[in-house]
């Protein structure tokens, strides 16, 4: 799956508390989506476990924390969002965990699970 995950392909990182509560606080301009509130569950189980993070969690991670940045200076959502996406050279669906994209398969169509190589034969999106 490196294809997906640009610069952060094979690499891990650590979640600091400072920077997961800039992405709370991100994220709850959107309103309350599940998908959002199961990555950001995902890594505040990384910090009380003491475990670094990777794949989709680490581009959620930087994602969300370069848009929070660029929508600070003045960006819409629209714009931060693609450049968030560029900064790291990643793909956007990239950004949920393939658990998470199983886990609510009304909130994401087949592109999805075709990236991951999810299996879709129980799912109608």
Request: hydrophobic fraction near 40%; charged fraction near 25%.
């Amino acid at each position: 799956m490196d294809y997906l995950l640009g610069d952060f392909a094979g690499k891990e990182f650590p979640v600091e508390v400072e920077k997961l509560n800039i992405i709370e606080q991100h994220t709850a301009i959107f309103g309350k989506w599940e998908p959002n509130e199961a990555m950001l569950a995902r890594l505040k189980t990384a910090i009380a476990e003491g475990r670094n993070i990777s794949g989709a969690d680490a581009s959620f991670y930087f994602h969300e924390l370069k848009e929070a940045e660029l929508m600070q200076t003045g960006l819409d959502y629209a714009e931060a969002h693609a450049r968030a996406l560029a900064e790291y050279n990643v793909s956007p669906y990239s950004l949920y965990h393939p658990e998470v994209i199983e886990a609510f398969p009304d909130e994401f169509n087949n592109n999805w699970r075709n990236a991951w190589r999810i299996n879709q034969s129980n799912h109608h999106a």
